[in-house]
Nanobody, 122 residues
């Protein structure tokens, strides 16, 4: 499984961005897909994840109600819609995949994309 994240950029606080992650591999539909982020000087942290069917999702408390994860299995793509962005959302965002159930621990994910930078100006 290979992942390619895109959609990052510079946005003002209160604005919105949508990240995309294109996934290649025959077993895409069997994988949980997630988003993590890493701010300068901080550990990489869980943001959101969606089940293989898209019927279940999990979010970090810090983004609940503002971010929405979704996937389009026909396009082999997972999205992260980010609304009401805050300065503290500034980070490199990574998409990741694992085979199994939704988990929030970084170490459980087997495959990672290269990251896309999101900068929120205050």
């Amino acid at each position: 499984v290979q992942l390619q994240a895109s959609g990052g950029g510079l946005v003002q606080a209160g604005g919105s961005l949508r990240l995309s992650c294109a996934v290649s591999g025959r077993t895409f539909r069997r994988h949980v897909l997630g988003w993590f982020r890493q701010a300068p000087g901080k550990e990489r942290e869980f943001v959101a994840a969606t089940s293989w069917s898209g019927g279940s999702a999990a979010y970090a408390d810090s983004v609940k109600g503002r971010f929405t994860i979704s996937r389009d299995n026909a396009k082999n793509t997972v999205y992260l819609q980010m609304n009401s962005l805050k300065h503290e959302d500034t980070a490199v965002y990574y998409c990741a995949a694992l085979s199994g159930y939704i988990l929030t621990q970084r170490a459980e994910y087997d495959y990672w994309g290269q990251g896309t930078l999101v900068t929120v100006s205050s």
